[in-house]
């Protein structure tokens, strides 16, 4: 075999090995055809899947760098897509903000009421029309969402996009979805804004009932999150147990907060007429990322986390881990009885193993609350995920690798180091210090772009040019594929 040392650029680090490029590796025919194809998730996020996950966040923030409140300002159908009275208050705020530059953007996008749906009906019917309208309306490229329960049994969407989008119009659109009514093929409509219009009227029929909605509010999830959170962050500045006066204090603070907050939206409300009362509720939240350390904070914390284990999915979870253990173990068996001398016959285990996937599948139709997928990208992220990959020949390139690795070698961090280094293991299980496998810089595009010496000279021109042409390639795939729609789009990619 010819090994060639390569190097591969990623939005938030580099790679440097050596890859095959003349012969393959050995592989056992007798034996490679024999797996366990199982795809499904099991409400747990696999490692390549969190590492795509957290790739394509950091994409979306590289994407997204160069936009800002201008281009949004411009957008007459931005402006068309939000309410009448918030018009006036989008536009001054466009205009006031105009030169205030963002990046990518976090929304949460929840029901309204209780859940009559499948997760499969929901992503079909509700958030793909509303990516659709984001896409055509606030010009939306690039997109990760991902799929969660709540305490109530809910589903709720996380997602992050490259746009900028006004928080009244991401809930107008986001109730218009959710409460679209029939659908073809599904039983029971999309009412959720109906069905939550209906229950505040009720709630609130003989007016404002100051004891019953402060205990209503106090005994809400928001509260009793919001106490815990602050409960243990008291603990853990002060060092010691928090007493229980202290704790009645924090949650008597944050129920008076929630109850003055409702009899706002209340009062609010009350001032429309009857039939505009209760039919905006509050199912989305929104933020826009200004530091780009906010969106690996993000990442970790809600887009690549697994779903929140209850009693009832750790149970799930055990029964479908072993059942996975036992069509394991028989295909074990398998490759024993094949590597045998002779062969032996495995018509025995192949049944089994029917018969577990089987029993398999019916546990997941049955007690899975998600079936469908547990997060998406969108399909103009996948050029860029490969990274900027090339055969590391030229001497400058070399040069300009060797002092970015003498750079992060200097650069002193508390978090982790910024220069990794795989090795092959040797009999006893350790790294073998004499066959490198690869070596690993933690870097972000955004450094090696803009990183230059006391003259203002870019210390790495070579490798920001071959990250520049990889985006310039990208681009250019997704316009050949119909992906984009106008070319206005891509003008801040001539200015890199």
Known sequence: MLLVETLKINSNYSCIYNTVVDGTPNVNTQTSG??????????????????????????????????????????????????????????SK?????????????????????????????????????????????????????????????????????????????????NRCCNRGYVEGVEKPFDYVDRYSDKMIKMFADGWDKEKMFEYYSQSDSVQEATEKEALEFERKNNREISAVEYNQIFYRNANAAYEKGFKRYSNEMKLSENQRWRNPNSTDISAVKNPRQVSAYVAKYIAKNVDESP?????????????EQIYGCLSDIKRHKLADPPEPYDNELKRIEDLKAYLNQIRQEECPILGKLWFKSETLT??????????????????????????????????????????????????????????????????????????????????????????????????????????????????
């Open 34 to 91: 024999i797996n366990f194809a199982d795809t499904f998730h099991d409400l747990k996020m696999s490692a390549s899947a969190i590492k795509t996950i957290k790739k394509s966040c950091n994409l979306i923030l590289y994407l997204s760098r160069q936009r800002h409140f201008q281009e949004y300002l411009k957008m007459k159908k931005q402006r068309v897509a939000c309410t009448g009275y918030r018009k006036q208050t989008v536009e």
């Open 94 to 174: 466009a205009v006031n903000s105009a030169y205030n530059r963002y990046l990518c953007t976090f929304l949460t996008l929840t029901l309204p009421a209780k859940q009559t749906h499948t997760d499969i009906e929901l992503t079909k019917y509700v958030l793909h029309p509303f990516l659709s309208y984001a896409r055509k309306i606030w010009k939306v490229r690039y997109f990760v969402w991902k799929k969660e329960l709540q305490q109530n049994g809910n589903l709720h969407y996380h997602l992050v996009t490259d746009r900028y989008i006004d928080h009244d119009c991401l809930r107008v659109a986001w």
């Open 312 to 324: 009832e999915l750790i149970t799930f979870q055990e029964q479908t881990r072993s059942i996975k």
């Open 383 to 496: 050029p860029f995920l490969k990274g900027a990959t090339d055969f590391i020949q030229s001497t400058g390139v070399h040069s300009e690798l060797g002092q970015l690795i003498d750079y992060l070698k200097n650069i002193e961090t508390p978090s982790h180091k910024l220069v990794l280094y795989s090795y092959e293991l040797n009999e006893k299980g350790e790294p073998d210090l004499d066959k490198k496998i690869c070596t690993t810089l933690l870097i972000s595009v955004f450094q090696i772009m803009h990183l230059a010496d006391k003259t203002g000279k870019k210390r790495f021109p070579l490798l920001s040019q071959m990250w520049r042409n990889f985006v310039h390639d990208c681009v250019e795939i997704n316009k050949e594929k119909g992906l984009y729609e106008a070319d206005s789009d891509f003008n801040e990619f001539s200015k890199m």
